[in-house]
Nanobody
Framework: QVHVAESGGGSVQAGGSLRLSCIVS????????IEWHRQAPGKQRELVAS???????NYAESVKGRFIISRDNAKNTVYLQMNSLKPEDTAVYYC??????????????????WGQGTTVTVSS
């Protein structure tokens, strides 16, 4: 069982900053890629940023140069530093973690789990 929990959302004025956290807990051998997605009201969920186990990153064009994704493997935590926020960044932000687990018998299992989301509201 793997649990993903986001935190750090809130309300901020345009131009402000927020840092979101995504903590992964439970039974796993390794966490691979972790992604941040967001879903604005009336829109489809979209990928915002991702980070691989080795630290490689990818960003949506709309957030490049403003958002920074990072991870602390010792804490099983990924951060999304959001700067120069715009009203169009308003959304519920979700984290998902791709994980792998090997039990004592050598049996592998894999999965991807989502958190419940954290709301970011940017006012103009």
């Amino acid at each position: 069982q793997v649990h993903v929990a986001e935190s750090g959302g809130g309300s901020v004025q345009a131009g402000g900053s927020l840092r979101l956290s995504c903590i992964v807990s439970g039974r796993f051998t390794r966490i691979n890629t972790i992604e941040w997605h967001r879903q604005a009201p009336g829109k489809q969920r979209e990928l915002v940023a991702s980070i691989g186990s080795g630290g490689s990153t990818n960003y949506a064009e709309s957030v490049k140069g403003r958002f920074i994704i990072s991870r602390d493997n010792a804490k099983n935590t990924v951060y999304l530093q959001m700067n120069s926020l715009k009203p169009e960044d308003t959304a519920v932000y979700y984290c998902n973690a791709d994980w792998w687990f090997r039990d004592v018998y050598g049996t592998d299992s894999v999965g991807r789990d989502w958190g419940q989301g954290t709301t970011v509201t940017v006012s103009s």
